[in-house]
RNA sequence: GGCCCCGUCGUCUAGUGGCCUAGGACGCUGGCCUCUCAAGCCAGUAACGCCGGUUCGAAUCCGGUCGGGGCUACCA
């Protein structure tokens, strides 16, 4: 059997971090069983779905790389893979349920029935709704309806009964009908839920496994009602715990960032964040976490994946994305941080810069856990003069040592030949040896100078960079400022 | 409240009755390296929620309890 799955996010919100996980478990499950990734949007709710969101949705999508088979944007064997686009199905099979008896028409008010909730949850008895409509005889109904009546249609859920299903991750889980009310399928106004539209795509698109959050958990039962009032079908559930904050509440914007969009601005790399996202409630097998894509798509399986839900940590994402940094070959290195550099110091870097920038380039590749640090770090090396980080200048420049070190440099680089890493590096020393400097405090007044900040990358890569004359043009600098 | 799900280091997890004096990773602490900061290397820190039961033997099985989460809409 062909496996077929799909993501089906709804645009009312940017990609977050938890519907990315869900994406991904369903791509790596359809790429290591050579099935189908479908990307759906269940777009029912009109009220806060919008183009901005879904073209969001696509964006971080494709950032990340899951890459679909079928869906919105690439098509497929369906006309239209959006549900604001299927309507007429889905008054279809409402009607068809409607003649076989498997739904009926309500007549309650949306204020009745908040009414007769909050009757019901202050009485202590279960708030779902009481089925009176149900006993309606439907040639009345119908009746009612033609004379104008608003109605919505709910599915006459078997009662007693119970469903049962075999979730892959959380074993079997059932359902007494007596907690599972009778549902609208179709509003008043005629458009879909969420239950009805999805339950009959999943069936029409033929998915085979609908892997989900664990939210939709308890909607399960109905799902596979509506799918059974349809003729049946054998989908396979699969419900992936939540991601929680680390208060270990679910995961809200008052946690911090959660959407796709903002780990990408902030410099991540699409390659880090798929590999931390699969780690949250999956685990390679060995004692390996940094994993390629195609060991994630040869070991995934759905039957490994936790049941508990996970916090989500940007520490050990932070810590991975510095990893994939420092795998990064040096020209990808330099193509994906040079726009943050020309960003930060305002202006295009031409041929020179960028034989400079890549020069520095791997002294900081291995220092950054984000991109745009990289661009903080070589800043001193594309402005005019440097701005002394206040701390750093106090800290270093006030002690006796600064005067002599940067008074000597000076007389040794003003006719430094060759001018390389090595020819500055043993030019120094040989000065600190003169003036029984220690290395320690002789080169952080050089640093301080040259860079502005105690912190920066290696020295004499950096002053070889530089060269000459903006070299000895702050170590005067610096010198006229102590 | 009702229904459902979950419970191993601070965090992500390995673990499916003996291989567990519970392994790995992040974090944190200390050390080495060293021109700063990183990186790297080494070491350390730290967990089976609790109570019963089954068993020769339980992190693993069962029951209870406590705790957390989800759902309970004409949202998804």
Request: aromatic share 8%; glycine share 8%; net charge negative.
């Amino acid at each position: 059997m062909t496996v077929r799955v799909r993501f089906a996010p709804s645009p009312t919100g940017y990609l977050h971090v938890g519907g990315a996980r869900t994406a991904l478990f369903n791509w790596l499950f359809a790429r290591g069983r050579g099935g189908t990734f479908i990307l759906r949007s269940d777009d029912t709710d009109t009220e806060r779905s919008t183009a901005a969101f879904q073209e969001d949705i696509l964006e971080s999508m494709r950032w990340l790389g899951l890459d679909w088979d079928e869906g919105i944007d690439v098509g497929g064997d369906e006309a239209t893979y959006r549900q604001s686009e299927r309507l007429e199905r889905y008054r279809e099979v409402a009607d068809g349920l409607l003649d076989a008896g498997d739904a009926y028409r309500c007549f309650c008010t949306p204020e009745e029935l908040d009414e007769r909730r909050k009757q019901a949850m202050a009485e202590g008895s279960a708030p779902g709704y009481d089925g009176r409509c149900r006993e309606l005889d439907p040639a009345e109904a119908t009746r009612r309806v033609e004379a104008g009546e608003a109605a919505s249609v709910r599915l006459a859920v078997p009662r007693p009964g119970e469903t049962v299903f075999d979730d892959i991750v959380r074993g079997e889980v059932r359902f007494d009908h007596a907690n599972v009310d009778d549902f609208v399928i179709l509003r008043s106004s005629g458009m879909p839920t969420y239950h009805l539209a999805s339950s009959v795509d999943d069936a029409d698109f033929r998915i085979t496994h609908v892997v989900r959050g664990e939210d939709l958990l308890s909607s399960t039962p109905k799902h596979i009602l509506i799918g059974e009032a349809l003729g049946g079908t054998d989908i396979r559930y699969a419900h992936l715990s939540l991601l929680q904050g680390p208060d270990g509440r679910k995961l809200s914007k008052r946690h911090g960032d959660t959407a796709i969009k903002a780990y990408r601005e902030a410099g991540y790399l699409p390659e880090a964040m798929r590999n931390y996202l699969a780690l949250l409630g999956w685990s390679p097998g060995d004692d390996e976490t940094v994993v390629t894509l195609d060991e994630m798509v040869e070991r995934f399986g759905l039957d490994a994946v936790s049941k508990n839900p996970a916090v989500f940590d940007t520490a050990k994402l932070e810590w991975m994305n510095g990893v994939y940094i420092r795998e990064l070959g040096l020209d990808d290195f330099v193509d994906r941080t040079v726009p943050l550099v020309e960003t930060l110091v305002g202006r295009s870097l031409d041929a020179d810069d960028r034989a400079t920038f890549v020069e520095i380039a791997p002294h900081v590749q291995e220092r950054a856990k984000l991109l745009p640090e990289v661009a903080d770090q070589v800043r001193f090396l594309f402005v005019d003069a440097v701005e002394y980080d206040e701390t750093s200048w106090q800290k270093v420049m006030t002690a006796p040592e600064a005067r002599i070190a940067l008074d000597g440099a000076l007389a040794r680089l003003g006719d430094l030949d060759p001018w390389s890493v090595d020819g500055v590096e043993a030019a120094l020393r040989e000065m600190l040896e003169e003036y029984g400097l220690s290395a320690r405090k002789g080169f952080q007044s050089l640093r301080v100078a040259v860079s502005g900040s105690s912190v920066s990358p290696p020295l004499f890569e950096s002053i070889a960079a530089l060269g000459r004359a903006r070299t000895l043009d702050r170590l005067r600098a610096a010198f006229q400022r102590l």
